[in-house]
């Protein structure tokens, strides 16, 4: 398998990750400086920054409601004061995992952290199309117009086309409106992009199911392993 790949199984990093450590030059292969590209047999000693990694991955997955006011990363890019990092609010005796993919600092709500590179892949890639529900809250009410521009695809950047999505409004009033929002991309910010675009800036943004995998019985902050059961799921969505 190629080195990044190989890199993402061992809970080092996602692949986009591995491939900048391996152009760092942190990696060697069976002594000598790994380059891009290269693939990697069970025969190799594969070492990262001089400790030698092992062949055989005991996978972790662990669901995570996670909070506002921490960053989706293995530790903040900040030197100073640096911020809670989801990394936090794993359990005691937790395995080198990562986040798979990314919630604002501000957005609540559902993440999957696992060092199985391979399923990581398989939940952010484009072509997978996997459904995530969101909760959005907005100021005031919504018109049928502004529904239905978010429904068909808007505009968020030049050339940046959302896909049609499902708006549902689940609670409004004069002073503001709660909807369930359910895309099929994961483009950077994209729903605060989407509501700007109608004149409707998000002030709360949680996100509430993976296909149909839930945030039921974890309290905001709180983590769990997954089941078997789940696992099998999300590896077949």
Known sequence: ???????????????RGADEIVAAGRVTINGKVAQAGDKVTPS???ALDGRELSHSVKYEYYLLNKPKGCVCTVSDERTERPRKTVMDFLPAGAGRVFPVGRLDYDTEG???LTNDGALAYRL?????EIPKTY??????????VQLNRLREGVEI????VTKKCRVNVIETDKSYTKLHVTLTEGKNHEVRRMFEVVG???????RIKLGELTLRGLGRGECRKLSAEEVFYLQNL
């Open 124 to 128: 952010t890639a484009p072509q997978t």
């Open 157 to 160: 950047g030049k050339g940046v």
């Open 1 to 15: 398998m190629r080195i990044n790949r190989f890199l993402a199984e061992q809970g080092v990093a996602s692949r």
């Open 44 to 46: 190799d000693v594969v």
């Open 200 to 206: 409707k800036p998000v002030q709360f943004l949680k």
């Open 135 to 144: 909760l959005v809250k907005v100021e005031g009410s919504m018109t049928a």
């Open 110 to 112: 559902l993440l999957i």
